[in-house]
């Protein structure tokens, strides 16, 4: 980072580097506002919140879902093998993926009212 003086106040120099595309896009936004790139991200970066959120909780989803994909695939071999799906199969099935809600409804819930 850059220390710069200026008559009446210092300044910070960050420089920033975006993949083309990224660039294009803030260039067509920043056109849009009829402003130029450094303006608008300037105004971008100070007027808006960023919004941070734990992504330790979406761990026990994406667990929850390799599970219930395993079981989906087990019993759709099964079901193909035999033409027949097993009651047994579809209630474990069942009561896996309302676990699943459950943990996606509590890890969005807890997301949502962690806002850093």
């Known amino acids: 980072m850059i220390k710069i003086a200026r008559k009446y106040k210092q300044v910070k120099r ?3 580097t975006f993949d ?7 260039e067509r936004r920043a ?10 991200l300037r105004r971008m970066i100070l007027d808006h919140e960023p919004i941070f959120y734990d992504m330790k909780n979406v761990a026990p989803m994406i667990n929850g879902m390799r599970t219930i994909s395993r ?7 099964k079901a193909n093998e035999t033409n027949t799906l097993n009651a047994e199969d579809y209630e ?3 009561k896996e993926v ?3 809600f459950r943990t996606v409804n509590l890890s969005l819930s807890t ?6």
């Not at 056109?31 to 608008?40: G, N, R, V």
């Not at 997301?111 to 850093?116: A, D, E, F, P, Q």
């Open 14 to 16: 960050k420089e920033l």
């Open 20 to 26: 083309l595309s990224d660039w294009e896009k803030i």
């Open 31 to 40: 056109e849009a506002c009829h402003t130029d790139t450094t303006k608008y």
């Open 71 to 77: 079981n989906i695939n087990q019993i759709a071999k």
């Open 92 to 94: 474990t099935l069942r």
């Open 98 to 100: 309302e676990s699943l």
């Open 111 to 116: 997301l949502l009212s962690r806002k850093v």
